[in-house]
C-alpha cells in the first residue's frame, strides 16, 4: 500500500512508526516508536514497547537517594521502557497535561504537542513519587535518533509504517499489546506485516 515520503516540511513529530519486517533484528524488531521531534535536522522519538529490566520503582528509589529524598512507601512495579539505543542512561518521561497542568513546573521539557510533553530532568521524578505528579505518564531510559534525511530514507525503503498517535496508547494500554493497538490504527493486523512489501 503506497505512501507518500515526508519531506522536511512534513513532520512526523506526534505519530507512531511501527516496524516492518525490514527490521528483523536489534533493538527496533516489533517496535512501536513515538516521534518527539521531527525537522530538517534529523527526528527523535521513544519506543514505547520494548521494557528494561527496571521498575519505576527502581528509579525512584535511585533518584530520591541522590537528591535525599524519601522514597514512597508505595512500590510502583510499572516497567521502565527502553526508549532506543541512544543515551541509555539518561531517563525520560512523556506525559500528558489536563487543563490545570503546565509543562513550565519542570526544568527541561519538549513539547510534542499541547497536552503531550517530554520531560528529562528529575523534578518530575521526584514529584511522582511525593504524589503530585503527572496522572498520564510513560518512564523511558534512551531515545532513538535519525539524521537529517536518514528517517526518510528509512521511509521509503518500507522500513515503517507510520500513523498519528493516539494517547490512549501511550498511557493506558498495557506496552505488549501496542504494537497491535498501533496496526489497528492503520486497520492491519500484525501478523500481515510479514508478508508486505508495501506502506500504509
Not at 528509512?154 to 501496542?178: C, G, K, M, S, V
Amino acid at each position: 500500500m503506497p505512501t507518500m515520503i515526508p519531506s522536511v516540511s512534513d513532520s512526523l513529530r506526534n505519530q507512531f512508526l511501527i516496524a516492518t519486517h525490514c527490521l528483523e533484528t536489534g533493538i527496533f524488531k516489533s517496535s512501536v516508536t513515538y516521534i518527539c521531534e521531527h525537522n530538517e535536522d534529523g527526528a527523535m522519538g521513544i519506543i514505547i514497547n520494548r521494557p528494561s529490566s527496571l521498575s519505576l520503582q527502581d528509579i525512584l528509589t535511585d533518584v530520591c537517594e541522590s537528591n535525599a529524598a524519601t522514597p514512597n512507601p508505595v512500590e510502583n512495579t510499572a516497567p521502565v521502557m527502553v526508549g532506543g539505543p541512544v543515551g541509555l542512561e539518561r531517563g525520560f518521561v512523556l506525559h500528558q497535561l489536563t487543563d490545570d497542568e503546565d509543562a513550565s513546573c519542570w526544568s527541561s521539557s519538549l513539547h510534542v504537542t499541547k497536552r503531550i510533553v517530554l520531560t528529562g530532568s528529575k523534578d518530575i521524578l521526584l514529584a511522582i513519587n511525593e504524589g503530585r505528579g503527572p496522572h498520564n505518564y510513560l518512564v523511558v531510559l534512551g531515545y532513538a535518533g535519525w539524521e537529517a534525511g536518514q528517517l526518510e530514507q528509512e521511509l521509503a525503503d518500507n522500513a515503517w509504517l507510520n500513523t498519528p498517535a493516539n494517547p490512549t496508547i501511550l498511557f493506558d494500554t498495557p506496552f505488549h499489546q501496542r504494537a497491535n493497538a498501533a496496526a489497528n490504527l492503520l486497520g492491519i493486523d500484525l501478523a500481515s506485516l510479514a508478508t508486505m512489501t508495501g506502506k500504509a
